[in-house]
């Protein structure tokens, strides 16, 4: 069978992908294929008995709905955040098309409630800090599904993709796309051979590396991406508490004294849980979530900080640098999280069970193992950290605590960005691309609109 549209990755790019395609067209047949599994099969066992078994694929990182399944689920409502599309589609395009996808995911039953537009003099009083610190406040509303509640949410959309026709493939790896003589997608290979002249790579962060590898194999345009590797931090609901309760999530922008290095906060979960991602090859690296249910809530809220850095030519390897430094801290932690209070951290010296066990802040993260990260990244990164940890305590007093809780290492794996027209293909004909993996988007929300941009491109034949 040749089909319409064949789509490799069922997270929120591929979805969106499918799901307005067959809106326009009840008719249009299309194949998404996924190496997870299907979501009521997307169990982890470690949620419940705190023990990692190692399962392959895993569960957190592959499978219907990608990562966000899993995630936070928080949807960034500006085109400010989670992605480059701005660049491709206008700003206010682009916060068009966030207002569309906002309403789909509301239909399938997200709250209502939106953070970081109602408490205005809250947030000029944090922005006023944040100028104070050489920070820059970065103004987003945010609806926040919540992990379990995100869950039932892709689970609804899975469930109306199957009943619209959409053939869904689930465990069924990718293996190599099929290319003509004259570059031109023909199809691709998994478990056997698939047809179809259009072909969408919507593989997700996850499968970043599996996109690099076929950009080179057939010749697939790239340039080189930004690395983002950092630390999760973790600490007291008080000390948020003001950032918390008027915006929910608050992303600052920070720019190290010593290396003018883009230094940023990502992913804040008040109430949340620190956990363990596993990608390929059982790589284990840090994340946050947070549940809806205030009875799952935690005493302590994490957020990531991240160091950005662009390389130039020669380099062009930017997941095989994020992996290297990643292998280093699962190399002293037997294959698990790095904890470090920062107390110890900016002392330079290893923490250690004792002072772990005494601290005010206690681990939601608990077969994290107590380190040193200094052994793990490098000073620049260090360095940056450290100084953005200070300026963040003038908005949040407390946050340059002793106790405070630093896990690593965090790494976002963005291959290298793939080159693309305006109408997101490549310059393999009929091949096109989108979300997390190719380096256009960072984020639910921006990878969900990635989707119905590219939908509308196929229904229209370009």
Request: proline share 3%; hydrophobic share 35%; glycine share 10%.
């Amino acid at each position: 069978m040749k089909y319409d549209v064949i789509i490799i990755g069922a997270g929120p790019c591929g979805i969106f992908t499918a799901l307005e395609m067959k809106k326009a067209n009840s008719d249009t047949s299309i194949l998404l294929l996924e190496k997870g599994n299907s979501i009521k099969k997307r169990i982890c066992p470690k949620r419940k008995t705190g023990v990692c078994v190692g399962c392959k694929p895993c569960n957190i990182t592959t499978g219907f709905a990608g990562a966000g399944a899993y995630s936070d689920g928080k949807l960034s409502l500006s085109p400010d955040v989670g992605g480059n599309l701005p660049q491709y589609l206008g700003y206010e395009e682009t916060q068009r098309l966030i207002n569309y996808v906002d309403d789909i995911y509301l239909q399938f039953g997200a709250d209502e409630t939106i953070y970081g537009v109602d408490k205005k003099e809250e947030i000029r009083n944090i922005r006023r800090k944040a100028i104070n610190a050489n920070l820059k406040l970065v103004e987003c509303p945010i609806r926040h599904m919540g992990t379990e509640e995100g869950y039932n949410i892709y689970s609804r959309i899975q469930e109306y993709l199957e009943d619209l026709g959409v053939e869904m493939k689930f465990r069924n790896p990718v293996k190599d796309i099929i290319v003509d003589e004259n570059n031109t997608i023909k199809g691709v290979i998994a478990d056997k051979e698939y047809f179809s002249d259009k072909v969408v790579l919507a593989v997700g962060r996850e499968g970043s590396d599996w996109l690099k590898d076929i950009c080179t194999k057939h010749n697939i345009l790239t340039t080189t991406g930004d690395v983002d590797i950092g630390v999760r931090v973790e600490t007291r609901n008080e000390i948020m508490e003001e950032l918390n309760n008027a915006m929910y999530e608050s992303k600052l922008i920070y720019y190290s004294d010593t290396f003018d290095d883009k230094v940023r906060t990502f992913c804040s979960n008040p109430g949340g849980e620190v956990s363990t991602e596993y990608y390929e090859g059982n790589l284990a690296v840090v994340n946050g979530h947070s549940y809806k249910s205030e009875e799952l809530k935690s005493d302590n809220t994490n957020f990531a900080i991240l160091v950005t850095k662009h390389f130039t030519k020669p380099f062009n390897s930017p997941i095989e640098y994020g992996m290297h430094i990643a292998q280093l801290g699962n190399m002293l932690s037997g294959n698990k999280v790095l904890v470090q209070r920062y107390g110890d951290f900016k002392r330079g010296r290893r923490t250690t069970e004792e002072r772990l066990m005494r601290n005010n802040i206690i681990p939601t993260l608990k077969d994290a193992v107590p380190g040193d990260l200094s052994l793990v990244l490098p000073y620049r990164i260090l360095k940056s950290i450290d100084e953005m940890i200070i300026a963040h305590d003038q908005v949040t007093p407390g946050l340059a605590s002793d106790e405070t809780l630093l896990y690593g290492v965090e790494v976002k794996f963005y291959s290298n960005k793939v080159i693309v027209d305006n109408n997101f293909q490549t310059n393999i004909k009929g091949l096109y691309v989108g979300g997390d993996g190719a380096g256009l988007t960072r984020g639910l929300m921006q990878a969900s609109v990635n989707g119905l941009v590219l939908a509308n491109i196929l229904i229209n034949g370009k």
